[in-house]
């Protein structure tokens, strides 16, 4: 039996200043409800870390050890739970689970963490939280009744400011700092002839759509809370999310709902799949209308909301999956996306876990059918994806789950010594990008589209032309 779960008020204070002040370092999660948000709730939680990869069977124990530990429900807990990452290769490997005897295993060697990359699940048994109201402008924080940390705070809150400071500029805006330089994993050609693999693919029958993805890295130090407090100012998401785990932190602006449980078993999932740039005045309008009326987007939509409706109604109660939203665009700093929503109710005996093992991977980064586009991924993309299109978020002690998709999202992992076995890792930041490519796809089209995504996130880390134009392939 664990000890009773105990709130006290605090004064308002802004989340970024609090995480500067409390969790300048150390294992943290925010999920952050915007810079100046004036209604929802973020949240920052502690706990104790645990990690596992794929290759060594760490993720299955970890899963399963998670899976047990939240079986006795707790009303009223939130948000005390397991929140942090759950990667790409762990979602394939959830997909081998669920194989047919003798098919091949999606997570091959090139969807799996490698030795050294940041693990394929990794989170944080929360047990000390911070809920902010920012509607109401209230604080409170949430722990164990045995735990003297609530109390410890009140003496501390007081030296937090009530504001944070201006972030600070990038390498390439600070004086005598060369820039730093961006390496993308797939030349301009390259990628073009990857997007008609994937056309050629889909001519022969072996899928409806792929949701092919490549990589920018970014070489040297990069402070990952200054990267998010730049991001969260100039790319307001609904679903922004801070995690820092060991020597890596996931900076996410991430506009995607992958899925949402409720205490009393309510689920949703908001894939997107259509984007175009946002434009200026009347363009503006034009371009939104653009997304919506393509064929090519809504079909690309539509297909994916029929493999959620799939994924969901094998856990939902009968008869209660519904597409509440079809092809809506939602707008954002930068970009319309095109949205859809499905809906259902748990069934009987099923649970959040439950949820996450019958839709990850999110069709949304996959392709339809979900796993031969894994398994032709796997072979075109050549390469892990880690924690880019996973799910970054929390599973809830009171049954309710909120898991975001891994994308619009910076990766920043600190320097690594040489070792047994292990090459030296310099300091740096990944980004990860990619876009579904369809029958009707024009690949200068999907390979611009991809550009435009990586765009604001590197700039957040200082990589931009002189021009503010997306940042080429090369």
């Not at 209230?138 to 972030?167: C, F, G, H, I, N």
């Not at 920018?216 to 922004?240: C, Q, T, Y």
């Not at 999932?269 to 939104?288: C, E, F």
């Not at 029929?306 to 509440?324: F, P, Q, Y």
Request: overall charge negative; charged content about 25%; aromatic content about 4%.
């Amino acid at each position: 039996m664990r000890p009773a779960v105990v709130r006290s008020s605090l004064p308002w204070r802004d989340p970024e200043a609090v995480v500067r002040h409390l969790a300048a370092t150390g294992d943290v999660v925010w999920r952050d409800a915007g810079d100046g948000a004036v209604r929802g709730r973020s949240v920052v939680g502690w706990g104790r870390a645990a990690t596992g990869d794929v290759r060594d069977g760490g993720a299955d124990r970890l899963w399963q050890a998670v899976r047990d530990d939240l079986v006795d429900v707790e009303p009223d807990s939130h948000p005390l739970g397991w929140a942090g990452w759950l990667g790409y290769g762990f979602g394939c490997r959830l997909l081998d689970r669920d194989a047919t005897e003798g098919h091949r295993p999606a997570a091959t060697a090139s969807t799996v963490a490698a030795d050294g990359d940041p693990a394929d699940l990794a989170l944080l048994d929360v047990d000390r939280a911070l809920v902010f109201d920012h509607a109401a402008r209230s604080v409170e924080a949430v722990a164990r009744a045995d735990d003297p940390w609530a109390s410890s705070l009140v003496e501390t809150w007081a030296d937090v400011p009530p504001e944070p400071p201006v972030p600070g500029p990038t390498r390439a805006s600070s004086g005598g700092t060369a820039p730093p330089t961006a390496r993308w994993r797939h030349r301009p050609d390259e990628y073009l002839d990857l997007i008609e693999g994937c056309r050629r693919a889909i001519a022969a029958g072996e899928a409806y759509q792929l949701c092919l993805t490549t990589a920018v890295d970014v070489v040297g130090p990069v402070d990952a809370l200054e990267a998010f407090a730049r991001l969260r100012r100039s790319s307001p998401a609904p679903h922004a999310s801070f995690v820092r785990i060991g020597d890596v932190a996931v900076v996410g602006a991430s506009p995607e709902s992958f899925v949402e449980v409720t205490a009393d078993g309510r689920v949703s999932s908001a894939p997107i799949k259509g984007t175009r740039r946002r434009g200026s005045g009347a363009d503006d309008t034009v371009l939104a209308r653009e997304l919506v009326e393509s064929e090519k987007e809504r079909a690309e939509n539509v297909m994916i909301v029929d493999l959620v409706r799939n994924d969901l109604a094998r856990v939902a109660l009968l008869g209660t999956v519904e597409v509440s939203e079809l092809l809506a665009v939602h707008s954002y700093e930068h970009v319309h996306q095109l949205v859809s929503t499905v809906r259902a109710r748990l069934g009987a005996g099923c649970t959040a876990a439950d949820v996450v093992e019958a839709a990850f991977p999110a069709g949304s980064m996959t392709g339809a059918p979900k796993r031969r586009a894994v398994e032709l991924l796997s072979d075109l993309e050549g390469a892990p994806r880690g924690v880019y299109s996973g799910a970054t978020g929390w599973l809830g002690r009171d049954g309710s789950a909120s898991l975001a998709m891994t994308i619009r999202s910076i990766v920043v992992h600190g320097a690594r010594a040489a070792s047994a076995g292990r090459p030296a890792r310099p300091a740096g930041a990944r980004v990860g990008v990619g876009g579904g490519i369809t029958i009707s796809s024009v690949p200068v089209d999907e390979r611009d589209e991809v550009e435009l995504k990586a765009a604001a996130l590197l700039a957040v880390l200082g990589v931009r032309t002189a021009d503010g134009a997306p940042v080429r392939m090369s």
